[in-house]
Structure formats: structure tokens, C-alpha cells
T-cell receptor, first 114, second 113 residues
Framework: DTAVSQTPKYLVTQMGNDKSIKCEQNLGHDTMYWYKQDSKKFLKIMFSYNNKELIINETVPNRFSPKSPDKAHLNLHINSLELGDSAVYFC?????????????FGQGTRLTVV | GENVEQHPSTLSVQEGDSAVIKCTYSDSASNYFPWYKQELGKRPQLIIDIRSNVGEKKDQRIAVTLNKTAKHFSLHITETQPEDSAVYFCAATFTGTASKLTFGTGTRLQVTL
């Protein structure tokens, strides 16, 4: 069973379009993240949710809107896509208690805006 | 907020040699320091971690050391093999509800034959 799964794996779209990426985890974790990995491989945190509540928003443009319908799901919707949004987006989940602190990543979504 | 610096950005070693990657962090409240390995086109995966109550941890060819006073931690890989070639990320966080896993900028390790 895949612990953290995100879809789609690849997304090619035109500038100005709106797109969504979905993420689901079956680990029972309370905390989920969205990270953006650019062409230089930097992993930058975008959002963190704990039990469906937004905890961290790292000054991401408000064209990016995360949604957590329940603690197992964290989706990312992007409006009015721009060329600079091209990157790999990783979803991750982490436990917050005791020894349960490993972050598990989804397989990534490679977004290409043309 | 936490800031994690990582050096070097690229590292090339010959098979069988050792590799060392160093990180520094800024937030003294951070108490958990994982290391992730990311192979080309794959997701980052945890290879080893250390908590602030421990100075050193070893797992076969991989070891991590932590100096809380200096806010430094390092990854040591001995007897490197070609399959160790990947991008390695250090990270730091304070474990808890509002934990924010902050990553270093990554080190591309190339193990040559």
C-alpha cells in the first residue's frame, strides 16, 4: 500500500489555466505539507495543515489555495498558472508524537506551465 | 523561523571513499534532525535521523553527528558505493503540532568508479 499518494504525476498546462493536485495519506498522520521543488532542487515548504487546520502558510501567492477535507487529504488548487509555477510539487505527511516523526513524501507532481 | 544551511552543494568521491555533508541550523528549539536521500526522479526518503538528546547515531555505513551548542549536524557515509549517488537533504524541526520541517539546500553526491 502506498503511504502517501498524489495525483497526477505529470501535469502540462497553459498559462492562465487553473489546475488541482490531490494528495492522500493512509498513515493516520495529523500533519500534512505541500513542498515545491524547483529546478535547483530546493525543497521549500508552502503549507502545513494539522487535522484539517492551516498551520503554516509560507507567503505563497494567494493563487495557491490548499484544501483539507479531512486529515487524510490535502489538495492544492492553483489559479491563473504562471510560467514560474513550473516545478515538482511534493505532498508529505508526518506524525507529531513520540518516535512517529518521519515525514513520508508522495511521488511528486511535475507541473509544466507552457 | 528556522533556517538550515547545507554544504557542499556538490560532492564527488571515488567508490570506497568517505563522504561528509554538513548542516547548520538557526533555531535552538529544533530537536529533530532527519536526513533524506532523493534519487533522480524519485521522492525524498528518510535514511537516518537524530534527536537533540543524542550526539551521534550510526546505521551501517551511515552516521550522523549533532553538536547542539554549535547548532551543527553532519552526515557521514563510509565505503561509498555508486548507488549512494543522489541528492541528500538535511532538515530540522521542532516536533509538535505546528512542526515545520525545514530543509537544507541539498548536496548532490556523485560516487565515481
Amino acid at each position: 500500500d502506498t503511504a502517501v499518494s498524489q495525483t497526477p504525476k505529470y501535469l502540462v498546462t497553459q498559462m492562465g489555466n487553473d489546475k488541482s493536485i490531490k494528495c492522500e495519506q493512509n498513515l493516520g498522520h495529523d500533519t500534512m505539507y505541500w513542498y515545491k521543488q524547483d529546478s535547483k532542487k530546493f525543497l521549500k515548504i508552502m503549507f502545513s495543515y494539522n487535522n484539517k487546520e492551516l498551520i503554516i502558510n509560507e507567503t505563497v501567492p494567494n493563487r495557491f489555495s490548499p484544501k483539507s477535507p479531512d486529515k487524510a487529504h490535502l489538495n492544492l488548487h492553483i489559479n491563473s498558472l504562471e510560467l514560474g509555477d513550473s516545478a515538482v510539487y511534493f505532498c508529505a505527511s508526518i506524525g507529531t508524537g513520540g518516535a512517529n516523526t518521519e515525514a513520508f513524501f508522495g511521488q511528486g507532481t511535475r507541473l509544466t506551465v507552457v | 523561523g528556522e533556517n538550515v544551511e547545507q554544504h557542499p552543494s556538490t560532492l564527488s568521491v571515488q567508490e570506497g571513499d568517505s563522504a561528509v555533508i554538513k548542516c547548520t541550523y538557526s533555531d535552538s528549539a529544533s530537536n529533530y534532525f532527519p536526513w533524506y536521500k532523493q534519487e533522480l526522479g524519485k521522492r525524498p526518503q528518510l535514511i537516518i535521523d537524530i534527536r537533540s538528546n543524542v550526539g551521534e547515531k550510526k546505521d551501517q555505513r551511515i552516521a550522523v553527528t549533532l553538536n547542539k551548542t554549535a547548532k551543527h549536524f553532519s552526515l557521514h557515509i563510509t565505503e561509498t558505493q555508486p548507488e549512494d549517488s543522489a541528492v541528500y537533504f538535511c532538515a530540522a524541526t521542532f516536533t509538535g503540532t505546528a512542526s515545520k520541517l525545514t530543509f537544507g539546500t541539498g548536496t548532490r553526491l556523485q560516487v565515481t568508479l
